[in-house]
């Protein structure tokens, strides 16, 4: 069993930079890729970006270039990176990890309950 906790969410002007993280228990969490997720309101859930155990990433091409995901195995924590924020990038942001280690997927089986982040304008 996994346990995935978000953290870092918050209120930022547009233009401006935050970092999530998502903490995870379990030794092989760092066997697992991760992937983060967002939903806004009225909205269906769609993906972000992910990254596996080995550090092989994958965006959505709405963040290419200002979000960057990275991982600290050691630690258990995996972090998105988000720069250059847009009022549209607001959003509950929820990581998920899956034990197949692929990063192209949308099924994951370990779901964090999620931060939200607003980017005002």
């Known amino acids: 069993q996994v346990q995935l906790v978000e953290s870092g969410g918050g209120l930022v002007q547009a233009g401006g930079s935050l970092r999530l993280s998502c903490a995870a228990s379990?030794?092989?969490?760092?066997?697992?890729?991760v992937g983060w997720f967002r939903q806004a309101p009225g909205k269906e859930r769609e993906f972000v970006a992910a990254?596996?155990?080995?550090?092989?990433?994958n965006y959505a091409d709405s963040v290419k270039g200002r979000f960057t995901i990275s991982r600290d195995n050691a630690k258990n924590t995996v972090f998105l990176q988000m720069n250059s924020l847009k009022p549209e990038d607001t959003a509950v942001y929820s990581c998920?990890?899956?034990?197949?280690?692929?990063?192209?997927?949308?099924?994951?089986?370990?779901w964090g309950q999620g931060t939200q982040v607003t980017v005002s304008s």
């Open positions: 998920a990890a899956n034990t197949a280690n692929v990063i192209y997927t949308a099924s994951y089986d370990y």
């Open positions: 990254i596996s155990w080995s550090g092989r990433s």
């Open positions: 379990g030794r092989t969490f760092s066997r697992y890729a």
